[in-house]
């Protein structure tokens, strides 16, 4: 996959995009996305949320009719403008995915 830009508020892409990678419009928070693989292929996914890992924000997405969770780089610009961009090593996936886990673990021990 490769990188868009939306129009966002934390948490969630909205509005109507461009690029490799187009995020295209979602309810509220917790709400959905359609982003479009390398291959065309549009994939519709939850939002699962929006971290910090580091120094770097990262949007966890699921997918509809998967049971697998995917992960970029959330990046947002002065103007309340975002764009996510793939992660750009095994080091970085890892690091984002031990976060998620985290707060993953802490929420279902509440």
């Keep these: 996959m490769s990188n868009g830009n939306c129009g966002t508020h934390k948490g969630c892409c909205c509005g109507s995009c ?6 295209h419009g979602c309810g509220d928070r917790g709400g959905t996305v359609t982003i479009t693989a390398e291959d065309g292929r549009e994939l519709k996914c ?6 910090g890992a580091k120094d770097a ?3 966890a997405l699921q997918p509809i009719g998967t049971n697998e969770v995917v992960f970029f ?4 610009g002065e103007a309340g403008q975002a764009h996510i961009e793939n992660l750009q090593s095994d080091e970085e996936f890892e690091q984002t995915s031990r976060a998620f886990m985290a707060l ?3 929420g279902v021990q509440k």
Excluded at 46 to 51: E, G, S, T
Excluded at 73 to 76: D, G, M, W
Aim: proline share 0%; aromatic share 18%.
């Design 73 to 76: 780089r959330y990046v947002e």
């Design 18 to 23: 461009s690029g490799g990678q187009g995020v």
């Design 104 to 106: 993953f673990e802490k």
């Design 57 to 59: 924000e990262y949007i």
């Design 46 to 51: 939850n939002i699962i949320n929006v971290f």
